[in-house]
């Protein structure tokens, strides 16, 4: 879907106090707050319980007496514990980056701008960072 007409979909959803005012800029922007925290926090219980063992070189769930990757002169399978997305998991980041971007739009449309706009303007300054090799480090004015 475009940015533009999803914005203009998302605005026609949106019910909440002080549209087209301050107050609705700042409700708009402490909702998008919320929800990427929300967003971080399923990430967060992935980290804390989608954890799982398997051998670091045949990836095997199952550690075995013999690896299969014995070639390599590992006679047993080594542990290291990993960290699997679940379908389940995946699907609740997917409805908070919804929220996440429902709120961008209507921060977007609380200051006037359109979300299409923003998303290219986002776009070019990446591509532009990356072409100077300055992806890494921090600040806008890079």
């Given at each position: 879907m475009d940015f533009t007409v999803y914005q203009a979909r998302a605005t026609e959803t949106a019910?909440?106090?002080g549209q087209g005012e301050f107050t609705?800029?700042?409700y708009a922007a402490l909702g998008l707050c919320g929800e990427a925290g929300e967003t971080g926090e399923q990430?967060?219980?992935t980290w804390?319980?989608?954890r799982g063992t398997r051998c670091r070189f045949c990836k095997g769930a199952e550690l075995r007496d013999i690896c299969?990757?014995?070639d390599r002169g590992v006679f047993s399978c080594q542990p290291e514990t990993y960290?699997?997305?679940t379908?389940?998991?995946a699907e609740k980041i997917r409805k908070e980056l919804g929220d996440v971007l429902w709120y961008a739009a209507q921060v977007a449309t609380e200051i006037g701008a359109d979300l299409g706009d923003v998303a290219q303007e986002n776009i070019d300054k990446l591509a532009?960072?990356?072409a100077a090799n300055l992806i890494h480090g921090e600040g806008s004015d890079r």
């Open positions: 019910v909440y106090p609705g800029l700042a990430i967060k219980k804390r319980d989608d299969p990757e014995s960290i699997m997305v379908a389940e998991r532009a960072r990356k």
